[in-house]
């Protein structure tokens, strides 16, 4: 296992040329980074995810219900164990021939089948009063970090002027409040690895679990190298956006249509304007040819822009969608139906509805943060259907 860690962590790979792990070593007069810290981040992440579920119980779902978010799930199925049966064992969409030897098995219509097994489905939808709660949980999350982030960024030269990240690099003191703030991020991404298996599943979960792994990659690496300076610049940027997805979220959760698409559009320019213009312009200029200037070559420089690199091609991707709805929301009057729900995959909706009924949006995101994953991003889907 030694000697593993030993090639692991070479230090010509992981460093710039003629400095070696021992040259980081905390010492009297200056602290570094050390690995070991990091492990500060499982117990503080199990920490944050008590808090969450202390927050959501005594703080937003009183809110949630002050607010009269609809507190029931959706319409239960009448028991029935040879359905049931079916539905656990077999498959929750019958094909036509399963249908027919169920009707005379039951002596029911087949109408009264799929309207059994759409309610089956849908009843294992999360109900409108946990998401709201799920939402608020992470808006205090990003609007305290991302403005924790502001307060202390402006007071760095690195802030106003990039090729200030690599001046003295990589002998640069580790202080306090950047230790603060990348080790809360990195225990809330690890918070969010764990809980996205428990909370309400949305289609785009395989994206989503790939942008946690980049995310708690690049930190951790980061960190590690002491890459902390744009490291900081990173998760500033991306918790932005965030902030004003989950206010539409639970806008929208809230019944406040208006007040929800302007939240929607307002996230749609701050994500697009953060994410392909600020991303690639500031921080992948600074990494891709800033640092190559100050510092030269060295292998882990590689490793650390492809990661940012695969952040941007996701980045990409969820600006699509979000296009894609704002243009339906601009086009129509309303943002109308998603690319991505914000319930399971496996769900489907109740065909009964009438569409005019289907008459507001509901904005939908795994929330992360870029580098946070940041996770997740929006499009919508009629409420009336799957709220």
């Given amino acids: 296992m030694a000697g593993i860690l030993a090639w692991f962590w070479n230090e010509r790979f992981w460093l710039p040329h003629n400095v070696t792990w021992a040259d980081l070593q905390s010492t009297e007069e200056a602290a570094f980074p050390q690995a ?12 944050i995810f008590m808090i969450r579920l202390l927050f959501e119980r005594f703080i937003a779902k009183p809110c949630a219900l002050g607010l009269k978010v609809q507190a029931n799930g959706p319409q239960k199925a009448q ?13 929750k969409h019958p094909d036509e021939k399963r249908l027919e030897g169920l009707s005379k ?19 294992e939808k999360p109900s409108t009063l946990r998401k709201f709660c799920e939402s608020m949980w992470r808006f205090t999350f990003y609007l305290y970090i991302f403005t924790y982030g502001v307060r202390f960024l402006k007071k760095t030269p690195w802030f106003w002027n990039t090729r200030q990240c690599w001046s003295g690099y990589p002998y640069q003191p580790l202080m306090p409040d950047l230790h603060y703030y990348y080790i809360v991020e990195l225990s809330f991404y690890w918070s ?34 002491n890459l902390t300076r ?3 610049l990173i998760l ?7 902030i004003v997805l989950e206010a539409a979220k639970m806008a929208n959760y809230c019944k406040c249509q208006k007040l929800s698409d302007l939240l929607f559009l307002t996230f749609a320019v701050v994500f697009i304007v953060s994410r392909l213009g600020i991303y690639p312009l500031w921080i992948l200029n600074t990494t891709l040819f800033e640092l190559y200037e100050a510092l030269g070559n060295f292998p882990a420089l590689w490793i650390f822009n492809v990661l940012l690199i695969v952040l941007q091609i996701l980045h990409c991707f969820w600006s699509y969608l979000i296009i894609k709805t704002a243009y339906k929301a601009i086009s129509k009057g309303k943002v109308a139906k998603d690319a991505r729900s914000d319930v399971e995959s496996s769900s489907d909706e109740e065909e009964t509805v009438p569409r005019s009924k289907a008459s507001h949006s509901a904005i939908a995101t795994n ?5 946070n994953g940041t996770n997740g991003y929006l499009t919508s889907a009629t409420c009336s259907e799957e709220h």
């Fill in 36 to 47: 070991e810290d990091l492990y500060l981040a499982f117990p503080l992440a199990f920490c």
């Fill in 79 to 91: 028991p029935n164990a040879i359905l049931e049966k079916v539905f656990t064992a077999i498959t």
């Fill in 105 to 123: 098995q039951l002596d029911w219509d087949v109408r009264s089948i799929q309207r059994w097994f759409r309610q089956r489905r849908n009843q």
């Fill in 192 to 225: 969010l690895m764990f809980s996205q298996f428990i909370d309400v599943k949305r289609k785009d979960f395989g994206i989503m679990f790939t942008h946690h792994i980049v995310t708690v990659t690049l930190i951790t690496f980061s960190y590690v190298t």
């Fill in 230 to 232: 744009v490291g900081t």
């Fill in 236 to 242: 500033c940027l991306h918790d932005a956006a965030d």
């Fill in 367 to 371: 929330g992360t943060s870029g580098a």
